[in-house]
């Protein structure tokens, strides 16, 4: 029975070419931050409040300007078409059910115009999930103005400048498995580059983008910009003062710079760091209702899942993501009501303990003031 992410994951893996299982489970180097993210949140505990009489709990959020009924958003990922057929169509259909952010990855295999035409037909009744495109900005500016004019026309409502790539991380699994470029007959659709007759461009991981081109960015649209991928305090507060709209705080799922923190450890500096300005999405390691609770608790907006999503809809397409979102909503909403909240906004940093025994300054209070 599919009851948790970790089922997912098993499902997946009996389906899955061992090397796409390989391409979505890896990260770079050792794994050491991989495995920290999910580490991380398994070491924090809750401390529930009781008798609060909340018999009812709300899970919808508003991010910069984006409303949604779950705080739980789709992180990019590229490939889906690796998966299954319908790729990304697939997962946009599935977002739309759950009422979820989708942020489509520039390195889709399905084009943006088609994305957002699936969630037009997939609400029951809802609103379309909404879109949100992400971006590495590509040193020829032209043609990333060309991909920003894309992503709005065809109705994403933020841009997420992923800005944690000025190589390509070290995926040494990829390597030993010859994993290295998309099959025959699959493409990155938004780096068709129509001025050159159609050719498919390599995605540019560039080290020349700088804060000048964030600036140059702001200057040409009028979404909101989120910068995914920042991770040092001081580079928050530039983003701030560069004008940019929010966070993503996130290590790419480990997949870039090998021993970087876990996200989740580095939040309560990062919400210090922006002091409120912007709001701040975390992903990496969430992987439990549980996670969502701890994230929220200590200052994220929303949170992302990636490799959930991607086990989900190798495991069982449109109606494996669904039953993921529907399964993260449950546990979501079962955490937040043996936390004893109404919803999302009752989540404070006292609801979290780091599990420190015993605590610096209550060995007072233990037995005959014993530290033992
Ligand atoms: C297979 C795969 C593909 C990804 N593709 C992208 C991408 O195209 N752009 C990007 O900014 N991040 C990409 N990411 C990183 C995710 O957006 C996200 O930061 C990460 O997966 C979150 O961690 P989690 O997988 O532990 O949930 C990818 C991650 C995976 C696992
Ligand atoms: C094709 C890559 C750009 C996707 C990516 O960011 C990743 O695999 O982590």
Redo the contacts with the bound molecule.
Sequence with gaps: MLMTVQDFETAARTRLDPVHAD??AGGAGDEITVRA?EEAFRRLRLLPRVLRGNTERALDITVLGSRARTPILL????FHKLLVEEGELATARAATAAGAIMIV???STVAVEDIAEATRGAGEGGDPAPLWF?LYLQPDLEFTRSLVRRATDAGCTALVV?VDSPVRGAHERDVRNGFLDLPDGLRCEHMVDPREGGRVRPIAMSAEITWTHIDWLRGITSLPILL?GALHPEDARLAVRHGVDGLLL?N??G?QLDTVPATVELLPEIHAAVAGRIPIVL????RRGTDVVKALALGASAV?????V?WALAEGGEKGVRRLLELLREELDQALALCGAAGVQDLTPDLVRAPVWPPADASAALPGGVVS
Excluded: C, E, L, W
């Excluded at 992302?304 to 959930?308: C, K, T």
């Design positions: 391409f979505i993210n992180s990019p990922t590229a990855s520039m390195a992400q992923t995914k996130s790419h799922g997949r992903d990496g390691g969430v992302g899942i990636g490799r959930p991607m």
